[in-house]
């Protein structure tokens, strides 16, 4: 018997229930002709190989959104997903023939050959096997066409009154009425645009088609096959087995392994990229779990949302947000309040008419933040298991919404889940970012952002190549970084990411590869920029209790090969190279005191200290790193404010050009250095600075105009208002606001000790020392 797409009872041939992918109105609609019609069998669109999964819908632990995630067993990266919220028909149909103990089978192409077929397109998209039905695939959009034959011009709005809106109690007295009525509609379409530029829908078609066969056989006419209702036509279309059977003859194949995975509404949202997707996963969550009167409902849930947030919400503005969503849909001669009509009324009444905080109610509620779970009983890859039990020993459970975590490394726990998180960062699965801390730059504390993708999962399967554990896997890949590493830099960066991810074991591989490396390499530039990340990592072996004496040894040898190679590095370069050497000179003096305080470097801070004399003295060298070696000599007080007047006044001497005396300027007092604090306290300095500004000609002044607006803008607000005072007093005013008060002559002549005393308890209590 031929299918058919509606009627009254099943026995006239297998019920063809096209839908609209994600649809709360398609998913009532299923639903009703479902517990009308009672099939003996559902058939539901999906790859095949998940039909063993079926029975874990049922289970208790599994609550949509949830997704099939198809990978190639050889290539984990080759994956594919079939996304299903709580609200898809789909969904619904297989939970109802669970609930109801009937057999629901997956009919479509098996998923072996659409991830091959998938890795042969060069267009090929997340949702590509499985999700490319009526809405959102390349070619035509039926739901377009079918809004603009009805005389509408917004096919969203057309499709949510036809059927997503559809009430309750509103419903046909035949429930197969609706799929008669959208079956007609698709066949009109493939009769006029044949497969609307979806020539791959022929193989998946013909797989469906062997699929109903096979199932018609099995348990009869009294099947009910839930599909997108693109798709319609073709499975009640009249051809051979062996035409179909020809049709998937010779395709590619690849070995595929299947299983639940949580997915989330952000990812449901069609501004995600998922072609299948629906602008609003969380209003249509809503309207398909609400029991009745769902605008009231919203409403209520976006007051309490904006509630949360301090924004003054009353009940009378809920009551009235109501009653305008009503009007404007009536108005609108919509049969019911949609989101647009929702939005606006929330915009008036709740918002005030600004649309900063209906920002964040189209992100929480609108679209969502809901994250799916799937039961420990569906399949994973060793890697995910190891990773699943490490979340619930630590208590760091994975979750949609973008949360911050701050770690106190002190802390067991909390060193644990830094371990973890780094660990996962080197395998390549970011469910962590590091982020600047709130307050504590000290090495115990961490900061991260949060949040995990459903594509993590396809990560962590790549990742099983590696090792069954998060620890085995992210050492073996460390292990195998380093061998293969085509730089200083990146050697020494892996050095650091495994101390912080604490791989021991390997540690030597790494040390080995970077020895040889930096052997090697005879590029100061390449040293320079290695230090800093080798004496970061000394620092976090002092705090996470690693040895890291190899380290050390690796780390004074670059120091030492720094100090001799750097001064004839840092002459004769242009602007850009100048500014590359002024940072490398920076992150090399952090690099060093770091050093200092970490492992034996003998001497090494002095023969540092003599390196920067000599950039600070040597008119060969760039101005920006001359300017910057005083400024850091000045810091370390190996430099008397005499002697720092002394060189600021010959770079500023009327012999230099003024691009050279600005650039030596942005050196010493950029905004970086924090240059706006030095003149403030150094009415030497600040004299200096004023007196080569008013002494530039005005044939060039206008050239060194953007180096220095770059400089001076840059200080913070309370900087340059207190500078610009001082200017406006002129000299000899000091630091003082109040006349009465005597200036402050620059800097004190020598160390108060016991005032400087007084500040180490607080010092040590911020960076968490004892005693």
């Known amino acids: 018997m031929t299918p058919r797409a509606g009627g009254a009872a099943v026995p006239g041939g297998p019920l063809l229930l096209g839908v609209r992918h994600h649809g709360p109105g398609s998913a009532r609609a299923v639903l009703a002709a479902l517990d009308s019609v009672r099939p003996a069998a559902v058939l539901v669109e999906g790859p095949p190989e998940g039909d063993a999964l079926l029975p874990l819908a049922a289970h208790s632990g599994m609550r949509p959104p949830v997704a099939l995630l198809a990978h190639a067993v050889d290539d984990p990266g080759r994956a594919a997903f079939w996304p299903l919220a709580e609200f898809s028909p789909e969904w619904v149909a297989i939970r109802w023939a669970s609930a109801h103990g009937i057999p629901v089978r997956f009919v479509d192409l098996p998923a072996a050959h ?162 299948a997707g629906i602008e609003s996963p969380g209003w249509y969550g809503h309207l398909f779990g609400a029991p009745d009167r769902p605008v009231e409902r919203w409403m209520t849930k976006v007051a309490g949302l904006l509630r949360d947030t301090d924004r003054a919400v009353s009940s009378a503005d809920v009551i009235e947000a109501v009653r305008l969503a009503g009007t404007l849909a009536a108005l609108r001669d919509r049969p019911a309040v949609g989101l647009a009509e929702a939005t606006d009324a929330v915009r008036a009444v709740m918002c005030g008419g600004s649309d900063v905080p209906l920002a964040l109610v189209r992100d929480r509620l609108v679209v969502g933040e809901i994250l799916g779970e799937v039961p420990d009983t569906a399949p994973a890859v060793p890697l995910q298991r190891d990773l699943d039990r490490q979340q619930r020993r630590l208590r760091i459970a994975p979750e949609a919404r973008r949360r911050e975590l701050e770690l106190d490394l002190r802390k067991d726990t909390d060193a644990a889940r830094s371990r973890l998180l780094h660990r996962l960062r080197l395998l390549g699965v970011h469910w962590g970012e590091p982020t600047a801390g709130r307050g504590s730059t000290g090495t115990f504390r961490e900061s991260w952002r949060l949040r995990w993708e459903p ?108 100090c001799v190679g750097l001064p004839p590095a840092c002459t004769g370069l242009d602007a850009d190279a100048a500014a590359e050497a002024h940072r490398r000179v920076d992150g090399v003096h952090t690099a060093i005191g770091l050093l200092a305080g970490a492992v034996r470097a003998d001497g090494l801070p002095e023969r540092w200290a003599g390196v920067l004399h000599k950039l600070s003295t040597r008119d060969a060298v760039v101005g920006a790193v001359r300017g910057r070696a005083t400024r850091l000599l000045l810091d370390d007080g190996r430099l008397e404010g005499s002697e720092a007047a002394r060189l600021m006044g010959l770079a500023l001497s009327a012999g230099t050009a003024p691009p050279d005396a600005a650039a030596w300027i942005e050196g010493f007092v950029g905004a970086a250095a924090g240059g706006g604090l030095l003149l403030v306290h150094d009415e030497r300095l600040l004299g200096l600075v004023d007196t080569w500004l008013t002494g530039i000609p005005a044939d060039t002044f206008t050239g060194v105009l953007p180096l220095l607006r770059r400089t001076f803008a840059a200080y913070e607000p309370g900087a340059r208002r207190a500078l610009g005072e001082l200017v406006r007093r002129g000299p000899g005013s000091g630091r003082a606001r109040d006349e009465d008060v005597p200036a402050a002559p620059g800097f004190g002549e020598g160390l108060d000790e016991q005032r400087a005393d007084a500040v180490v308890p607080v010092l040590r209590l911020l960076l968490g020392q004892d005693g």
């Open 114 to 275: 659409s991830l091959a077929l998938a890795e042969q397109r060069d267009d090929a998209r997340e949702d590509a096997p499985g999700q490319v039905a009526e809405d959102g695939a390349p070619g035509i959009d039926p739901i377009g066409i079918l809004a603009g034959a009805a005389g509408h011009d917004d096919s969203e709005h057309w499709w949510e009154d036809v059927v997503e809106h559809r009430a309750a109690d509103g419903r046909p007295a035949d429930p197969c009425a609706p799929f008669t009525a959208l079956a007609e509609a698709m066949t009109a379409l493939r009769e006029a645009y044949g497969d609307g530029g979806h020539p791959q829908d022929a193989v998946r078609e013909a797989a469906m088609r062997l699929k109903l066969r096979a199932a018609r056989k099995e348990f009869g006419d009294g099947i009910a096959v839930v599909c997108g209702a693109w798709h319609v036509p073709a499975l009640g279309a009249r051809t051979t087995v062996a035409a179909d059977r020809a049709l998937l003859k010779g395709m590619p194949k690849v070995k595929a392994e299947l299983t639940w995975v949580p997915w989330t509404h952000r990812r449901l949202a069609r501004h995600s990229g998922y072609g």
């Open 455 to 562: 594509e993590l999962h396809v990560r962590v399967a790549e990742a099983g190549v590696w090792g069954t554990t998060v620890l085995g896997a992210a050492t073996a890949r460390a292990e195998a970084d380093a061998l293969s590493a085509s730089s200083l830099a990146g050697v020494t960066a892996l050095a650091e990411r495994c101390l912080l991810a604490g791989l021991p074991e390997a540690l030597p591989v790494v040390m080995r590869a970077l020895s040889d490396r930096a052997a090697l390499d005879a590029d100061v530039g390449h040293l320079a920029d290695a230090l800093p990340a080798l004496a970061r990592a000394l620092r976090y072996g002092d705090v996470r209790s690693t040895g890291t004496s190899a380290l050390g040894e690796v780390a004074v040898g670059i120091a030492e090969r720094v």
